[in-house]
């Protein structure tokens, strides 16, 4: 993987994540002001992720973001009056002031769907997004995003088995940012990655350093050129941290302070700013005018946003149904007779050597399961049943499965008899585990002293 960016390229990274950054802390000065109707969702420590990833795509390209990617919107070409005058619901909204946050999208021009709140949908539409484009022979590459917490979700599983069966030319960026919410990642999976999750469905996926825009970019254009080469799909797990709470309401106190400060030494902007710096990118007067022309484009935008009117109540109900104000018909974009039987029927050619059968390898030993009757000793089998012996069968230790392996730097650690995972914080009067620690510790009633009551 050597994708290997301009100059000009490298400032525009720059510059597409300090906007995302200060445009965002201009919504939360808003919603302090409450001139915000809706939430803010901030993404700050993970706007490298976004706008890497994004920046891998081409035009002709999709994505579906979610609430944390206002700067992959922005790299798709949306404007911050769009993000400002959304989040203040105003009339002139890409919704039209129909709602308050980053629900919105642009099919026609910038190939963007909208954001589903219900984690993990988003998965099975874009993969039919991307087979939609196979079936146009359009060779588009469809991209979106879910957090640790949302790959525990059913449609999250189920879209990217979808997508592994059908071979679907899906980039699933999974943003580790180490809290669901208020859930560590310890508390939601056993796994020190969760891009192994993509072995369960047979296809390729790659860890990746989320505060590295230029490794998050290099990973993304890799996964996106194998898609399009129809080596789809492809799962990126980006590990950074979420710094801060799930949305501005939320303080975050359930977050180790040391655990901040870890992270907020590994800001995404300022680790960039010194690569552009120490391979002569750039100097002080090119950063100063780049962040000369982000701070007057959001002046501009800001004070279009501040002034746009509130939608009239009467266009409420508009939208909401057709009552015959467009044509709904369908919009070929190939001949309809090749897309329309006989010429669209296929065989069924999907054939495998030994039609599923558990055959084992020449020299492997035969395991085969024997039923009750084969497995009882003969004696006991061929005798009445009032001469069998009724002797208890002597107690045999059962076998102890195998323990689970996790990988480390000197190698590979038994972890089967590791303690249970443990919150980093206080333990709540709804600890379960904590509970049963407490009565594991009580003595059993018979092993209790026996004190003889007075008379």
């Given at each position: 993987m050597n994708h290997q960016l301009s100059r000009e390229r490298h400032l525009e990274l720059y510059y597409f994540m300090q906007l995302n950054r200060q445009l965002e802390e201009r919504l939360v000065r808003l919603f302090r002001q409450n001139k915000i109707v809706g939430g803010v969702y901030s993404s700050l420590g993970q706007e490298a992720i976004s706008v890497g990833t994004a920046y891998a795509l081409e035009p002709r390209d999709w994505l579906a973001p979610m609430i944390r990617n206002i700067g992959t919107l922005l790299v798709k070409g949306f404007k911050p009056r769009d993000i400002f005058t959304q989040h203040m619901a105003k009339a002139t909204s890409p919704t039209h002031g129909k709602d308050g946050t980053s629900h919105f999208g642009d099919l026609k021009k910038l190939?963007?769907?909208?954001?589903?709140?219900?984690?993990?949908?988003?998965?099975?539409?874009?993969?039919?997004?991307?087979?939609?484009?196979?079936?146009?022979?359009?060779?588009?590459?469809?991209?979106?995003?879910?957090?640790?917490?949302?790959?525990?979700?059913?449609?999250?599983?189920?879209?990217?088995?979808?997508a592994a069966v059908q071979r679907a030319p899906l980039v699933l960026i999974l943003e580790n940012n180490q809290w669901a919410y208020s859930t560590p990642v310890s508390r939601q999976a056993p796994l020190k990655n969760f891009a192994d999750r993509a072995l369960a469905y047979g296809i390729k996926s790659r860890v990746v350093d989320g505060n590295d825009v230029v490794a998050v970019h290099e990973v993304a254009k890799y996964a996106v050129d194998e898609c399009r080469s129809g080596r789809g799909p492809i799962l990126i797990e980006a590990q950074t941290m979420r710094m801060k709470g799930h949305a501005q309401h939320d303080p975050a106190e359930y977050v180790p302070k040391d655990m901040f400060e870890f992270w907020k030494a590994r800001d995404p902007i300022p680790l960039y700013e010194k690569y552009l710096t120490e391979r002569g990118l750039w100097d002080a007067k090119t950063k100063a005018e780049i962040d000369a022309r982000i701070e007057r484009e959001l002046d501009e935008d800001q004070k279009f946003a501040e002034e746009s009117p509130l939608p009239d109540p009467q266009t409420a109900k508009q939208g909401v149904y057709c009552e015959g104000c467009h044509t709904i018909q369908a919009d070929w974009q190939r001949p309809k007779e090749q897309v329309m039987p006989p010429a669209a029927s296929v065989q069924a050619v999907w054939k495998i050597a030994d039609f599923g059968a558990a055959i084992m390898p020449s020299g492997a030993p035969n395991r085969q399961v024997q039923s009750e009757s084969q497995s009882k000793p003969a004696q006991n089998r061929q005798q009445p049943p009032h001469q069998r012996s009724t002797r208890p069968a002597p107690h045999r230790p059962a076998e102890r499965p195998p323990a689970v392996a996790a990988s480390g730097e000197d190698g590979v650690h038994d972890v089967s008899e590791a303690p249970p995972l443990r919150v980093p914080f206080g333990r709540g009067p709804k600890d379960r585990a904590y509970e049963r620690e407490q009565q594991q510790s009580r003595p059993a009633k018979h092993d209790r002293p026996h004190r003889r009551r007075r008379r």
């Amino acid at each position: 993987m050597n994708h290997q960016l301009s100059r000009e390229r490298h400032l525009e990274l720059y510059y597409f994540m300090q906007l995302n950054r200060q445009l965002e802390e201009r919504l939360v000065r808003l919603f302090r002001q409450n001139k915000i109707v809706g939430g803010v969702y901030s993404s700050l420590g993970q706007e490298a992720i976004s706008v890497g990833t994004a920046y891998a795509l081409e035009p002709r390209d999709w994505l579906a973001p979610m609430i944390r990617n206002i700067g992959t919107l922005l790299v798709k070409g949306f404007k911050p009056r769009d993000i400002f005058t959304q989040h203040m619901a105003k009339a002139t909204s890409p919704t039209h002031g129909k709602d308050g946050t980053s629900h919105f999208g642009d099919l026609k021009k910038l190939h963007v769907v909208s954001p589903i709140s219900m984690l993990g949908d988003l998965i099975p539409v874009m993969a039919g997004v991307g087979m939609a484009g196979r079936y146009l022979r359009q060779k588009i590459v469809a991209m979106t995003w879910i957090g640790d917490g949302g790959s525990s979700t059913g449609a999250f599983h189920e879209g990217l088995n979808f997508a592994a069966v059908q071979r679907a030319p899906l980039v699933l960026i999974l943003e580790n940012n180490q809290w669901a919410y208020s859930t560590p990642v310890s508390r939601q999976a056993p796994l020190k990655n969760f891009a192994d999750r993509a072995l369960a469905y047979g296809i390729k996926s790659r860890v990746v350093d989320g505060n590295d825009v230029v490794a998050v970019h290099e990973v993304a254009k890799y996964a996106v050129d194998e898609c399009r080469s129809g080596r789809g799909p492809i799962l990126i797990e980006a590990q950074t941290m979420r710094m801060k709470g799930h949305a501005q309401h939320d303080p975050a106190e359930y977050v180790p302070k040391d655990m901040f400060e870890f992270w907020k030494a590994r800001d995404p902007i300022p680790l960039y700013e010194k690569y552009l710096t120490e391979r002569g990118l750039w100097d002080a007067k090119t950063k100063a005018e780049i962040d000369a022309r982000i701070e007057r484009e959001l002046d501009e935008d800001q004070k279009f946003a501040e002034e746009s009117p509130l939608p009239d109540p009467q266009t409420a109900k508009q939208g909401v149904y057709c009552e015959g104000c467009h044509t709904i018909q369908a919009d070929w974009q190939r001949p309809k007779e090749q897309v329309m039987p006989p010429a669209a029927s296929v065989q069924a050619v999907w054939k495998i050597a030994d039609f599923g059968a558990a055959i084992m390898p020449s020299g492997a030993p035969n395991r085969q399961v024997q039923s009750e009757s084969q497995s009882k000793p003969a004696q006991n089998r061929q005798q009445p049943p009032h001469q069998r012996s009724t002797r208890p069968a002597p107690h045999r230790p059962a076998e102890r499965p195998p323990a689970v392996a996790a990988s480390g730097e000197d190698g590979v650690h038994d972890v089967s008899e590791a303690p249970p995972l443990r919150v980093p914080f206080g333990r709540g009067p709804k600890d379960r585990a904590y509970e049963r620690e407490q009565q594991q510790s009580r003595p059993a009633k018979h092993d209790r002293p026996h004190r003889r009551r007075r008379r």
